[in-house]
């Protein structure tokens, strides 16, 4: 590599999922100069909830009531987890940290006496999480009073039906009810999307609009479950104003990807950010890295250079395969930036279990990049591959954060110690 730098900073994260952006945001708030680089549409994939931790151990699914004690377990009998390299106190305040920033721009996360709530799915199940969107809390609410409930699709729109949610709990929850509406004002002929009608939120006279039309169904119904709709920007305002108008507690349901709730969050960083002197270069990737003595040069675009970048440390936040930070042939798992040695099983034919549920999952969700306590990523000889190259979230070794339900916690938490870890070398 010969081009000449035209961007210096002190810290380049790799990857725009929750991992990096979290990054970013614990960078800037340290007053690092940082660069972000990635592809932010994966956070349109996001539930929008934060686990923590849900699901302990993986071989009975069984949901855990408290995280921190489920964390203590876990990382006592899987010292190799990346949680197990974090004390509690210092995930805590990574959480609090993250959430409070968020809250300050309108997006207002909560949790419940330290403990997970469950959350219902557009699938008729239940999830265990730990900071929720305040949206979303009155639905843990009434499932756990099992109070009157109305649950409520839109008449056009995929993937979410209030006939499928309610099915599971009819003996559990008799007083859980469905029904659907059109959405008013818009054609029916057609599918629906959730983005325009999130958007559509905004208006008061929409908002109105769809009070009127559900004003007739609830009477005596303490809560009403809509698919996670409203609006963008401050959907709480949104939530307070139907409440008020309608005289009940009104609750958001996760719905299948494209989610809202990832699109708020993913808007959301990519409006603070900039504003927080954190420069995104997004939608780019990297295209290669060499590393000169202390510092990284790191070529960006698409298929072209768009930039060169000097940096004093990276983070690297890429992801697996959905984001690309791991790629897979039919010999073995790679690491696709910098060529790190990965931890995986060592045949192909060990990668996955006969059985497709099998209790404890597939070894392959265990691969990922192995590190030292302050999450430098190891070479082949088992020592730091370099002083200032850092990794955080799902590529991490060690976990199967799908199923044990702490994917976001896990993102939050590791990006948090490798901003630290960076602040400190």
Known sequence: MNQTPDIQCDLLIIGA?????????FASTRKIETVLVGITSEMIFASGLFDLLGVHPIENGAFIENPWQG???????????????????????????????????GLTYTSHRECNVLILTPAGTLKPSYYVPQTMLAGAQAYKSKAP??????????????????????????????????????????????????????????????ADTLRPLINGFHYVGLPAMF??????????????????????????????????????????LPGNGVRCLVPKRVLSVDSRGHDFFVRVGD?????????????????????RGLRADRMKIRESIFNLPVHQPEKRREWHRFE??????????RAGLETDCDFRPLDASGQAAH???????????????????????????????????????
Request: with cysteine; charged share 15%; net charge neutral.
């Open 387 to 425: 002083q200032r190259l850092f990794a955080a979230g799902s590529i991490l070794a060690h976990q199967d954060w799908v199923r044990s339900k702490c994917g976001s916690g896990l993102a939050i938490a590791t990006a948090f110690a490798a901003v630290n870890a960076f602040i400190d070398t």
């Open 71 to 105: 964390i203590a377990n876990l990382t006592q009998e899987n010292p190799d987890h990346p949680y197990a390299k974090i004390p509690a106190t210092t995930i805590q305040k990574a959480m609090a940290e993250l959430v409070a920033y968020l809250n300050a721009t």
């Open 303 to 323: 298929a072209a250079t768009d930039h060169v970048i000097k940096t004093r440390g990276v983070i690297l936040a890429s992801g697996r395969f959905l984001g």
């Open 149 to 210: 409930c109305l649950i409520v699709d839109i008449k056009g729109l995929k993937g979410f039906s209030s006939r499928q949610i309610i099915a599971p709990f009819k003996e559990s929850w008799p007083d859980l009810a469905q029904t659907s509406i059109p959405f008013p004002g818009l054609d029916q002929r057609g599918e629906l999307y959730l983005e325009p009608l999130a958007r559509a939120m905004v208006l008061p006279q929409n908002r109105q609009a769809l």
């Open 356 to 365: 497709f549920l099998h209790p404890s999952g597939h070894p392959i969700n």
């Open 231 to 272: 609006g963008i920007q401050r959907p709480g305002d949104i939530c307070s104003d139907l409440e008020n108008q309608l005289g009940v507690k009104l609750f958001e349901i996760p719905t299948m990807p494209p989610s809202i709730p990832g699109l708020r969050l993913k808007e959301t960083f990519e409006s603070a």
């Open 17 to 25: 999922g929750m991992a990096g952006m979290a990054a970013a945001v």
